[in-house]
């Protein structure tokens, strides 16, 4: 994987919030094909840095690079370089007035000009890929958090990004329905999806990922194969982290 | 019915009230209380208008006389000319002074005092216009012309044949020569020495056509035809006072001329020219005159009897129905236009308020704020009366529909931009982040949803616009509410009509809340709940 080719480019990232600041100095790259998990406590920066990436916030100071091209937030670049990031969030956000399926088809047709019968097709796979095929004229109320969670993979795989950003997908779940997503995620690793996770599941995390992240305080601590961060970290705080997380489990 | 019978009537059922001996008349129930009631519209000058808070002119002084002479004081009423005849028929007052012409129609429903002002119709023009000089001309010549509503000006220009189009009615008639001064009508009719005093306090590009009256008219006091023996008690004190000098006092007082010989010896000639009074009654109500009453102590001033206020007349209803549904159908007409503009242009300014552009902003605030912060009433004004001085001339219908329009945008803005920024930020974000532009986002899944949340609150505006569009009565435009209005002082069935109004109100509202429920149900399920379930992080 360290031979293939490079795909995001982090420098020195720096966010502010008015006068609270979030991320102090992020680099990271990564690489195609690569599935990177971020770990830390809620507040050091996770969620933050993953939505600079797709510039949803824009960074204080700091450069992002896609494919070698610096991202900046002229209207047109960035319609063109979110079609190229898919982003599944927290809270699912999927648009409640649209039936599951309308809501997998509708950026398709709308930023891709794809017609609504390809689209449709298009749609009804990805839907029978993340097992939801017999739910596609429900809409999403009618749905369970895991359920409606996979509509919203299916929904950013739908633009066939390169890259997939997942800030927390689980954890706003009932626990007897994490199961299912992760089940899904874990499919896309294996077929070489490039993703960038977010997660507090840990064991899960050293499952899919490539390469582990440890945020804390707006900076990436330690970084470094799964097995050498979850089984010998070499940073207090990395350590005083996993202790908290894997002990209460 | 014919004028006669009914008259013959009329005194008999007066004379029964008279003579026996429980029932009391209205002069007893007066002169008991102390106090005669008397309403007026206080904006025909010199008859009467308000100065510093307080009713003045040549009514006022008369009136004041008479109730000297019936040894009471006078209470003085001021209200809109459609309002003065609905008072009189529900017993809210006792006499009417407003310088009101007899005509054989008015005194089918009132009681006319003698005559005791020598008026006549004249017609005011812009300064110099001397396209025309007569009534006839004005309907010939396609002019338009405004007029007080419901006045014997209205009637003498519908006699010779003036469309309604062409006539602009308003319920002021200072509004009626404003209407005139702003070129919006090419002149008004109505009593000369109304037209007289308001030219030259108001209204200096204004003047009378030449000539004076085309028509000569008599001007009486109104009363109830079942009060009649005060009716009489009026006339002896009219009688008195033109025989004394005070009455010329008056007279010259408020026309600044003198009350003439001939004048007076005409005033004379026309005595009986009022409503017919049995020749016995004058004797014995002067001698009742010069006695003082007893004043009971306790004695509420109760309406006295025969004014039927909460008779429902089917009669009136079957003839006024069609009418209102006339009035109905513009109110509706001009409500739904009022909508089709006011909800895009307030979605427009919303939009406007939500956007990043600073100066455009600010403009969209400062104009909510400044519809918010006035009443509807006052904007309906300017946009009629007061945008002609600066070019903008609008017809009465146009003016209505702006000044709604206008008002309606500012707080369906505001009830969109509670909607929009009722939403989920998560929903704009999950758009943005499948490459939807702003635009998109907005288009295909803000308003959307938008949409199904500020229904509600824009059906409550639609009702209180609906309800609101009565306002624009003001600028001559016969909607429900003015209809029903006219309806009264011409029928003196406020109960029957009221009623009627209120009943064709709810009829256009219960169908709009009823679609919005049908609407709300249907687009219930997906809508309500909201798409994220479980426990937050």
């Known amino acids: ?210 390469r582990v992240c440890f945020l804390d305080g707006g900076k990436i601590l330690e970084e470094g194969k799964p097995d050498l961060i979850f089984e010998n970290p070499q940073q207090p705080r990395t350590r005083e982290f996993l202790a908290r997380v894997l002990g209460q489990r | 019915m014919k004028p006669v019978r009914f008259l013959l009537i009329a005194l008999l059922l007066s004379v029964t009230t008279v003579s026996s001996v429980s029932a009391q008349t209205t002069l007893e129930t007066i002169r008991q209380r102390g106090v005669l009631q008397i309403i007026t519209d206080a904006a025909y000058p010199p008859f009467e208008s308000m100065e510093n808070g307080t009713i003045v002119g040549f009514d006022r002084d008369i009136g004041d006389e008479i109730g000297k002479e019936l040894g009471v004081q006078v209470e003085w009423t001021s209200t809109d000319w459609d309002g003065v005849l609905a008072s009189l028929a529900t017993n809210k007052a006792d006499l009417i002074m407003a310088g009101v012409t007899i005509t054989e129609e008015r005194k089918k429903e009132n009681a006319f005092s003698r005559p005791y002002f020598l008026s006549g119709q004249g017609i005011a023009r812009r300064k110099g216009d001397t396209r025309f000089s007569t009534p006839e001309e004005l309907v010939r010549g396609a002019f338009t012309a405004a007029v007080q509503n419901d006045t014997t000006g209205q009637f003498a220009l519908e006699k010779r044949g003036m469309p309604l189009n062409r006539l602009n009615r308003f319920t002021l008639l200072p509004d009626a020569m404003m209407d005139l001064q702003n070129g919006k009508s090419d002149a008004v009719v109505a009593d000369v020495p109304a037209i007289a005093a308001l030219i030259q306090k108001n209204y200096p590009d204004l003047e009378l056509v030449p000539g004076g009256a085309f028509v000569l008219e008599n001007l009486g006091i109104q009363g109830r035809l079942d009060s009649l023996e005060l009716i009489a008690a009026v006339n002896i004190a009219l009688d008195r006072m033109m025989g004394d000098g005070r009455y010329s006092q008056i007279y010259a007082k408020w026309t600044k001329e003198p009350a003439t010989l001939p004048m007076l010896a005409r005033l004379y000639e026309i005595r009986n020219e009022g409503t017919p009074i049995p020749s016995e009654w004058e004797a014995k109500i002067k001698r009742s005159l010069t006695q003082p009453v007893a004043v009971a102590p306790d004695t509420k001033p109760s309406p006295s009897a025969g004014g039927s206020a909460l008779n429902v007349r089917s009669d009136i209803l079957r003839e006024a129905f069609p009418v209102l549904l006339v009035g109905a159908r513009l109110t509706l007409l001009l409500t739904l236009s009022t909508l089709i503009l006011s909800v895009p242009l307030g979605l427009l300014i919303a939009l406007t308020r939500l956007s990043g552009i600073v100066p455009l902003r600010a403009v969209a605030t400062v104009y909510v704020e400044m519809i918010r912060g006035t009443p509807l009433l006052v904007q309906i004004y300017i946009v009629y009366f007061v945008l002609p001085a600066v070019g903008i001339s609008l017809p009465p219908f146009v003016s209505g529909l702006v000044a709604l329009s206008l008002n309606s945008a500012a707080y369906v803005s505001e009830i969109f931009r509670a909607g929009i920024q009722s939403i989920d930020a998560g929903q704009g974000e999950a758009a943005r982040a499948l490459g939807m532009s702003h635009v998109q986002a907005m288009r295909y899944i803000i308003l959307p949803q938008t949409l199904r949340r500020v229904l509600p609150p824009l059906t409550n505006e639609a009702v209180a616009l609906l309800k609101d569009s009565s306002l624009v009565s003001v600028v001559s435009l016969s909607e429900l509410m003015r209809m029903g209005r006219e309806i009264v002082t011409t029928s003196g069935a406020p109960t029957t009509v009221y009623l009627a109004v209120a009943l064709l109100y709810l009829a256009m509202t219960l169908p709009l809340t009823a679609l919005v429920r049908y609407l709300e149900s249907r687009w219930g399920t997906p809508s309500r709940k909201t798409a994220s379930r479980g426990k937050t992080a």
């Open chain 1, 1 to 210: 994987m360290s031979d293939s080719a490079i795909l995001l480019e982090i420098d020195n990232l720096h966010k502010s919030f008015d006068k609270t600041e979030v991320l102090k100095g992020v680099s990271l790259t990564v690489r195609e094909g690569e599935v990177i998990g971020l770990i830390g406590a809620s507040g050091s920066g996770k969620s933050t840095l993953l939505r600079c990436i797709n510039r949803l916030e824009t960074p204080t100071s700091g450069t992002v690079r896609f494919r070698g091209t610096l991202t900046t937030d002229t209207t047109n670049a960035l319609n063109q370089l979110r079609q190229e990031i898919g982003m599944v969030f927290q809270r699912f956000n999927l648009f409640p007035h649209l039936t599951v399926l309308e809501n997998v088809t509708l950026a398709p047709r709308l930023v891709k000009g794809i017609s609504g019968e390809q689209a449709n097709a298009e749609g009804k796979a990805l839907l029978e890929q993340v097992f939801l095929g017999e739910k596609a004229d429900s809409y999403p109320s009618e749905l369970s958090g895991g359920q409606q969670q996979r509509v919203a993979i299916a929904r950013a795989l739908a633009m066939y990004p390169s890259v997939l950003l997942f800030d927390e997908p689980t954890s706003a779940l009932d626990p007897e329905l994490v199961g299912e997503v992760l089940e899904v995620i874990r499919e896309l690793a294996q077929r070489g999806r490039t993703m960038l996770i977010a997660t507090h599941e840990m064991n899960f995390c050293r499952e899919v990922a490539h």
